[in-house]
């Protein structure tokens, strides 16, 4: 079964740092590119980062550049989202999502279930 | 960034009627557009990539139209399970900006 599973998602302090993980299964891991998206309570969605393949072409939403980090273990089956310098904005359930394509934008056809990251004091 | 807006934001309707949602571009994105059904409490599910192509396992009611800077998502006929958040997304460029959603409820 294909299958992506977000984990690491709580409740943290504005400023500190939190990192998400997801866990592939199902499929070739490492023929895909990969995405983070977000949706804040009631909102619609927000696509955060998203990585290739290979790591070689890396992106960001400009609300999380230089406080977010994407990256993926192709060995693990893994990808990750280390977010730094939280912000109540930043609290959302945040998506893992498969794209169609290795490298280039295709569409997102296979997503988990979401991890909750809240950030309150 | 190319942004996207959704037309209607919300639309009432009844089992078995033609429903229409337009997504426009704020510049020509080629056939780089998807579109998603979200239900609450659920993660988002593809319906239609490059702007018409059927994603697997997805019923033949739901069509996608359009090139450029405008296109539609249409439901020949709305099942119960169709009642719905539907989302377009625009993957010509980075960032792969989603539209603010149309909601579709019972009428």
């Known amino acids: ?121 | 960034d190319i942004q996207l807006t959704q037309s209607p934001s919300f639309l009432s309707a009844s089992v078995g009627d033609r429903v229409t949602i337009t997504c426009r571009a704020s510049q020509g994105i080629s056939s780089y557009l998807a579109w998603y059904q979200q239900k609450p409490g659920k993660a988002p599910k593809l319906l239609i990539y490059a702007a018409s192509t059927l994603q697997s396992g997805v019923p033949s009611r739901f069509s996608g139209s359009g090139s450029g800077t405008e296109f539609t998502l249409t439901i020949s006929s709305l099942q119960p399970e169709d009642f719905a958040t539907y989302y377009c997304q625009q993957l010509n460029s980075y960032p792969p900006l989603f539209g603010p959603g149309t909601k579709v409820d019972i009428k």
């Open chain 1, 1 to 121: 079964e294909v299958q992506l599973v977000e984990s690491g998602g709580g409740l943290v302090q504005p400023g500190r740092s939190l990192r998400l993980s997801c866990a592939a299964s199902g499929f070739t891991f490492d023929d895909y590119a990969m995405h983070w998206v977000r949706q804040a309570p009631g909102k619609g969605l927000e696509w955060v980062s998203g990585i290739s393949w290979n790591s070689g072409s890396i992106g960001y939403a400009d609300s999380v550049k230089g406080r977010f980090t994407i990256s993926r273990d192709n060995a693990k089956n893994s990808l990750y989202l280390q977010m730094n310098s939280l912000r109540a904005e930043d609290t959302a359930l945040y998506y893992c999502a498969k794209d169609l394509g290795s490298v280039e934008l295709r569409a997102f056809d296979i997503w988990g279930q979401g991890t909750m990251v809240t950030v309150s004091s």
